[in-house]
């Protein structure tokens, strides 16, 4: 194995993750989102933990001198971890790979709504008042990947109902 492969399988998982059978409405009224990850695997490699978060990003507006520049805030709302302590689990961490095949784990989570998510505007109106700033919600699946600098991930967009 060349020292170039060697690197480049740090960085390459060689595991995909994908957020699928997931709620994309957060409603207000009822905070949950419920789901599953899909986990493709292949041949020798080994998922050493898998956590999925409800987080928002507050995007704004800084100002500095003439210089005006964006920057972002992330603030997680809910999650669950496996291996975990009080988490049930569909499948057995770590999970190891012996051939190329797709694993999937249910989730639930529990969305705190905090002042923020209960003031988020869901009408044109609101959003035409809220200028520059810019507030979105996201479930995220990030893994740990034996071997792996950067392991798995996969990001999907939020609706906000009331």
Do not use: C
């Amino acid at each position: 194995m060349s020292i170039f492969s060697t690197i480049g399988s740090w960085f390459s998982s060689g595991v995909k993750v994908l957020l699928w059978k997931f709620d994309d409405t957060l409603k207000k009224s009822n905070p949950v989102i419920n789901g599953a990850v899909l986990i493709k695997g292949t041949p020798g490699k080994t998922v050493l933990s898998l956590e999925v978060k409800v987080i928002r990003e507050h995007t704004y507006t800084v100002e500095d001198g003439d210089e005006k520049k964006k920057e972002t805030d992330t603030t997680v709302l809910g999650s669950v971890k496996w291996p975990g302590l009080l988490t049930e689990s569909a499948l057995s961490f770590p999970i190891e790979f012996t051939a190329a095949e797709d694993k999937e784990q249910t989730f639930s989570i529990r969305v705190a709504v905090d002042s923020t998510l209960r003031d988020h505007a869901t009408s044109m109106l609101g959003k035409m008042f809220s200028g520059d700033d810019k507030m979105e919600y996201y479930v995220l699946a990030e893994s740990s990947v034996k071997g792996s600098i950067l392991g798995a991930s996969a990001k999907e967009k939020l609706k906000i109902a009331d």
